[in-house]
């Protein structure tokens, strides 16, 4: 049974730094893409960042250039690190991860950006 495990949320007033955790296990095979979702009450769940295995990033255009995307494969683990922090980041973020063209969720970390 493959789990994701986010951790690293929390509340950080406006222009403050967290970095987001996601620990993989359960999986046999290694994990393909990885990357973060977040969803903001009222709105639809949208993709953050992602990273592939050769680590090539992609990002939303609202987080480019504040958050980075990162993975340690030996660890299965992929990070977020967010800088610059707004109130409109403030979010349930979600941790995905691909094996075998499945796709895996985590339970979520709350983000909480104050102003």
């Known amino acids: 049974q493959v789990q994701l495990v986010e951790s690293g949320g929390g509340l950080v007033q406006a222009g403050g730094s967290l970095r987001l955790s996601c620990v993989g296990s359960g999986n046999i095979f290694p994990f393909n893409a990885m990357g973060w979702y977040r969803q903001a009450p009222g709105k639809q769940r949208e993709l953050v960042a992602d990273?592939?295995?050769?680590?090539?990033?992609r990002y939303a255009h609202s987080v480019k250039g504040r958050f980075t995307i990162s993975r340690d494969n030996a660890k299965s683990t992929v990070y977020l690190q967010m800088s610059s922090l707004k109130p409109e980041d403030t979010a349930v973020y979600y941790c995905?991860?691909?094996?075998?063209?499945?796709?895996?969720w985590g339970q979520g970390t709350q983000v909480t950006v104050s102003s």
């Open positions: 995905t991860a691909t094996v075998l063209n499945r796709e895996y």
């Open positions: 990273i592939s295995t050769s680590d090539s990033a």
